[in-house]
């Protein structure tokens, strides 16, 4: 299999799981001060939404990478 059909199969993954879920988060920690042996740190929360119309482009994008990659000239 060639890298250009494992973009491809990639490429739809990704945007059906975009489709599906819609979102993501993750969780990032911060150092917010050191007073000697003390530590404050902070833990955020951020959301990411995925919009519809970036998962339908990948996944046209993959399918379009599939069919023309098959062809040879």
């Not at 988060?25 to 050191?34: F, G, I, L, V």
């Not at 007073?35 to 998962?55: A, F, H, M, R, S």
């Amino acid at each position: 299999m060639g890298a250009i059909k494992i973009v491809a199969i990639v490429l739809i993954a990704a945007g059906l799981l975009g489709l599906v879920y819609g979102r993501f988060s993750y969780t990032r920690e911060t150092q917010e001060a050191k007073l000697g042996p003390i530590e404050l740190t902070v833990k955020d929360t951020q959301t990411v939404n995925i919009p519809v119309w970036t998962g339908v482009a990948a996944m046209v994008a993959g399918c379009g990478l599939l069919l023309f990659a098959g062809k040879k000239t």
